[in-house]
């Protein structure tokens, strides 16, 4: 019995040559030398594969080999940090193959960076680099532990006496806290633009917006301003060299997380000088009431108000009827029409065009 124990082992830590030659290691993406990158999955038993990527131009049908791979070969991706999936028979999925997966509520996209030359604002550079910390608290507003990170700028472990502002920085409705980093490369952007002396430097933190049940998501704003202000503020001004005060502070996000910080920025201008809103779902009028109908303390207390939406973004008419809102009320703001869709490419410039305008 244990002569077959030992045998059945060692089969399975070193399989047979044959075995090896049936399942070769799978390289997708793989960067070639004239700047093409293949794509590659083993699917032997798919009727149709496709690449989705987002990319210009970036869906196209993949080929099938004799050994049941399907590869396609693009011949250049534009600079930039794109999303792609695979759309085996119908189904869309992630590229198994690529360790980089964008964080998501429901994961089906892979990522792909290819550098710009010289490099983006949103590339690695060689300058000094903060570092992201990870973090798990017990919510009281949800029952259950959530997690946040944070980025701290550099030189923040050198000068233990120096305090920093304090950019809260939401993700969109399909997100969670680690996409504004792995996806939307803040951290870098931030590092770039501090370098550089385009922005002062600052703490990031980086909230999972999702906090209701899914069978009671009309409470999520609510449950999450509850959970920001009550705990997620504490933790960090407690934990982290921070300054205090709504001028040593900010909040901005993205499509849901837009509609997030303009709600919660609006009500609590104590708390925050500075709100923004990338591509944003739009807050109700009567929960931002207090603002729109106090237009001269408003104005007083917030020394920024951005809101930025792409002109292809289906989000735009809402964008427009809130902008024009604020204009009927007094309410100062600045109002950024650019080209662009509902898409991360656009996010990034937003928040490099945001950052230098805090503190």
Same mark, same amino acid.
């Given at each position: 019995? *244990?002569?077959?124990?030992?045998?059945?082992?060692?089969?399975?830590?070193?399989?047979?040559?044959?075995?090896?030659?049936?399942?070769?290691?799978?390289?997708?993406?793989?960067?070639?030398?004239?700047?093409?990158?293949?794509? *590659?999955?083993?699917?032997?038993?798919?009727?149709?594969?496709?690449? %989705?990527?987002?990319?210009?131009?970036?869906?196209?049908?993949?080929?099938?080999?004799?050994?049941?791979?399907?590869?396609l070969? %693009?011949?250049?991706?534009?600079?930039?940090?794109?999303?792609?999936?695979?759309?085996?028979? @119908?189904?869309? !999925?992630?590229?198994?193959?690529?360790?980089?997966?964008?964080?998501?509520?429901?994961?089906?996209?892979?990522?792909? $960076?290819?550098?710009?030359?010289?490099?983006?604002?949103?590339?690695f550079?060689?300058?000094?680099?903060?570092?992201?910390?990870?973090?798990?608290?017990?919510?009281?507003?949800?029952?259950?532990?959530?997690? !946040?990170?944070? =980025?701290?700028?550099?030189?923040?472990e050198?000068?233990?006496?120096?305090?920093?502002?304090?950019? =809260?920085?939401?993700? @969109?409705?399909?997100?969670?806290?680690?996409?504004?980093?792995? $996806? @939307?490369?803040?951290?870098?952007?931030?590092?770039?633009?501090?370098? #550089?002396?385009?922005a002062?430097?600052?703490?990031?933190?980086?909230?999972? @917006?999702h906090?209701?049940?899914?069978?009671? *998501?009309?409470?999520?704003?609510? +449950?999450?301003?509850?959970?920001?202000?009550?705990?997620?503020?504490?933790?960090?001004?407690?934990? =982290?060299?921070?300054?205090?005060?709504?001028?040593?502070?900010?909040?901005? /996000?993205?499509?849901? /997380?837009?509609?997030?910080s303009?709600?919660?920025?609006?009500r609590?201008?104590?708390?925050?000088?500075?709100?923004?809103?990338? #591509? #944003?779902?739009?807050?109700?009028?009567?929960?931002?009431?207090?603002?729109?109908?106090?237009?001269?303390?408003?104005?007083?207390?917030?020394?920024?108000?951005?809101?930025?939406?792409?002109?292809?973004?289906?989000?735009?008419?809402?964008n427009?009827?809130f902008?024009?809102?604020?204009?009927?009320?007094?309410?100062?703001?600045?109002?950024?029409?650019?080209?662009?869709?509902?898409?991360?490419?656009?996010? *990034?410039? =937003? +928040?490099?065009?945001? +950052?230098?305008?805090?503190?």
């Amino acid at each position: 019995m *244990r002569t077959k124990l030992l045998i059945t082992m060692f089969i399975f830590l070193f399989p047979s040559e044959g075995y090896s030659q049936r399942r070769p290691p799978v390289a997708s993406p793989e960067f070639g030398d004239a700047g093409n990158v293949s794509f *590659r999955i083993p699917a032997p038993d798919a009727k149709k594969v496709e690449l %989705v990527g987002q990319w210009p131009n970036g869906t196209a049908a993949m080929n099938k080999n004799d050994n049941g791979l399907w590869e396609l070969v %693009v011949d250049k991706i534009p600079p930039g940090v794109w999303e792609y999936s695979l759309r085996v028979d @119908g189904v869309t !999925m992630i590229d198994p193959n690529n360790s980089e997966i964008k964080p998501m509520r429901s994961p089906r996209s892979s990522i792909i $960076h290819v550098a710009g030359n010289p490099p983006l604002i949103h590339d690695f550079q060689s300058v000094l680099h903060g570092t992201v910390h990870s973090h798990t608290y017990d919510s009281r507003a949800s029952g259950r532990p959530r997690r !946040m990170a944070v =980025y701290t700028p550099p030189g923040y472990e050198l000068d233990t006496n120096k305090k920093y502002p304090t950019l =809260y920085l939401q993700h @969109g409705s399909g997100d969670n806290e680690a996409t504004w980093v792995v $996806h @939307g490369k803040a951290h870098w952007i931030a590092d770039n633009l501090i370098a #550089s002396n385009k922005a002062k430097p600052m703490v990031i933190v980086m909230l999972d @917006g999702h906090i209701a049940p899914p069978t009671d *998501r009309g409470s999520n704003t609510e +449950l999450f301003e509850r959970d920001l202000v009550a705990q997620a503020m504490p933790l960090v001004e407690s934990t =982290y060299r921070v300054m205090i005060g709504p001028e040593q502070r900010a909040i901005v /996000g993205l499509s849901m /997380g837009g509609g997030q910080s303009l709600s919660i920025g609006l009500r609590n201008t104590d708390k925050f000088a500075f709100v923004g809103g990338f #591509s #944003s779902s739009i807050p109700r009028e009567e929960s931002i009431a207090a603002s729109l109908s106090n237009p001269s303390q408003t104005n007083q207390r917030l020394k920024l108000l951005w809101v930025g939406c792409g002109k292809d973004d289906s989000l735009l008419k809402r964008n427009e009827v809130f902008i024009a809102s604020l204009k009927s009320k007094g309410i100062e703001h600045q109002w950024h029409l650019t080209d662009g869709n509902h898409s991360w490419p656009l996010w *990034r410039i =937003y +928040l490099s065009n945001f +950052l230098p305008l805090l503190f």
